[in-house]
């Protein structure tokens, strides 16, 4: 079974919707991440969280919310989605100042 | 400047040859660096982690670090079409509030049979 578990896979959904994508994990790590893809832009982070009462904005969080609804479990919110949130996510999970960080499956979003 | 800096590719090469990948960096508080590979439609995995300037070997692969000109290489040897995938330069350890890495763009490899 996967360590770091992303859900849903692949959405596509409407501009003005509100979306929810869902990360769990089995590794036992305290420290969760959430980034976004881009051709030609990598990897960048929109929230991270230390533990379930410390979570952070990153680099580009404008239009993001997340939920550490326990160790294993961050979610990420995009309250009203717009078309340039379509891209790659994914969720990173991380055991305290360990360097190495274990990437989810990703969840491809398209907003129309 | 960004901070890392990467050449996007794609580079196609034959089955067999050395490759290499190539980054950049600005931030010399840097202190480890680490080369993560991407398969299409994956998360990236950690292949690469070095602390210190010089080289580290791990079968095929080198990682080199020249902290003094910030320079970070990935050699690939004997390259295969298996080796097919996005590299990811990922240095860390700054001391930034996310206390994580700063990814660069990632080189596309083609790895033609």
């Known amino acids: 079974d996967a360590d770091v578990t992303q859900t849903p896979r692949n959405r596509i959904t409407k501009t003005g919707k509100r979306i929810m994508l869902e990360c769990s994990q089995t590794?036992?790590?305290?420290?969760m991440y959430w980034y976004r893809q881009d051709p030609g832009l990598g990897l960048r982070l929109i929230y991270y969280s230390f533990d379930v009462k410390d979570i952070n904005k990153g680099e580009i969080s404008d239009g993001y919310s997340v939920s550490r609804q326990a160790q294993a479990k961050f979610s990420l919110s995009l309250e009203s989605a717009i078309p340039n949130q379509t891209a790659l996510y994914f969720c990173?999970?991380?055991?305290?100042?360990?360097?190495?960080?274990?990437f989810g499956p990703g969840t491809r979003l398209t907003v129309l | 400047q960004k901070e890392v800096e990467q050449d996007p590719g794609p580079l196609s090469v034959p089955e067999g040859a050395i490759v290499s990948l190539n980054c950049t960096y600005s931030?010399?508080?840097?202190?480890?660096f680490m080369w993560y590979r991407q398969y299409s439609r994956k998360g990236p995995e950690l292949l690469m982690y070095?602390?210190?300037?010089g080289n580290k070997e791990d079968g095929r692969f080198t990682a080199q670090v020249d902290k003094s000109s910030k320079y970070i290489s990935l050699f690939i040897r004997d390259s295969q079409p298996s080796d097919s995938a996005t590299y990811l330069c990922?240095?860390?350890?700054?001391?930034?509030?996310?206390?994580?890495?700063?990814f660069g763009k990632g080189t596309h490899l083609i790895i033609q049979p």
């Open positions: 990173a999970t991380t055991k305290g100042r360990d360097n190495e960080q274990f």
């Open positions: 590794k036992g790590h305290d420290r």
């Open positions: 931030n010399s508080a840097f202190q480890y």
């Open positions: 990922a240095p860390g350890g700054s001391g930034g509030g996310a206390d994580g890495l700063t």
């Open positions: 070095t602390y210190s300037s």
